[in-house]
């Protein structure tokens, strides 16, 4: 009886995120729009979002619709407050936002995503991609091909099966993954142009903690115009990872004295 009771209260733990997590990709829902998102039926869903309500996880609007709850933010903020990567990234990557006029994001490796812990808009990329929370592809974004330098080839083979692609200049195949990995490792940087979202393009810099394993990730984005990557990837690289350097002596680690970010080569662009 003891055991049946746990599963149903499990269950129903498990129900109540599915509710929860059903506002990711939309602010505002009905309950018919929960149900079928997550698969539950009306009434059940009617049932969780009540409790849920009553609870401050989420709020109902005067037309009937949910929204998520103000005590969420009390409850990121303490996770926020308390990533060591958050701690140490946040203001560099707000001043870099600030200097450079491009949107900066700090982000980690969650399973086989780039989850974003801040995000900051320059003035002259004002519209941000990413939002705080939100996830992105590995392969096909700047910060995740320098999360993937934590695995190895073959365990990013086993963590990101097939490799799904967005644009006409997605990676697609792990060999070219590899080489590209590899890339990164070596100049210390990645970027990406038009290989997740079309007219964006992104320097990153990988975040290390005093072990030296990679933990984090910083970048600098904006419309491809913008950034100008054939004509400014030199400076930008050595911005975002300069940034990085600083926000690693936070964390721990430092960078051999004579590190020093190679000239970039033209066949290098696309990485």
Not at 25 to 36: G, M, T, W
Request: hydrophobic share 40%.
């Amino acid at each position: 009886m003891l055991l049946s009771a746990e599963t149903g209260t499990n269950r129903s733990v498990e129900r109540a995120v599915a509710v929860l997590r059903a506002f990711a990709d939309s602010s505002r829902l009905r309950v018919a729009e929960v149900a079928r998102l997550t698969g539950l039926r009306q009434s059940t869903a009617s049932r969780l979002l009540s409790t849920l309500e009553q609870t401050g996880l989420v709020e109902r609007d005067h037309d009937g619709r949910y929204r998520l709850g103000v005590d969420l933010i009390s409850l990121a903020g303490v996770v926020m407050n308390g990533h060591p990567v958050h701690h140490a990234a946040r203001q560099p990557a707000q001043l870099l936002a600030v200097a450079t006029g491009l949107g900066t994001n700090v982000a980690v490796r969650h399973g086989i995503d780039v989850f974003y812990l801040c995000n900051f808009e320059g003035a002259a990329a004002p519209r941000s991609v990413a939002l705080a929370g939100r996830r992105n592809p590995l392969h096909a974004t700047a910060l995740g091909k320098c999360l993937l330098l934590s695995l190895t080839a073959t365990q990013r083979r086993q963590v990101l099966g097939s490799l799904t692609r967005f644009t006409a200049q997605t990676i697609t195949d792990h060999a070219s993954l590899d080489a590209v990995v590899e890339l990164v490792e070596w100049r210390g940087y990645a970027t990406e142009t038009e290989e997740f979202a079309l007219g964006q393009t992104c320097l990153a810099a990988p975040l290390r903690d005093r072990t030296g394993r990679v933990i984090g990730a910083l970048s600098l984005s904006g419309p491809s115009s913008v950034v100008d990557l054939p004509g400014r990837e030199l400076e930008l690289s050595r911005l975002v990872a300069e940034t990085a350097d600083a926000i690693n002596s936070q964390l721990g680690y430092h960078s051999p004295a004579d590190h020093q970010i190679p000239a970039p080569a033209r066949h290098d662009l696309r990485s």
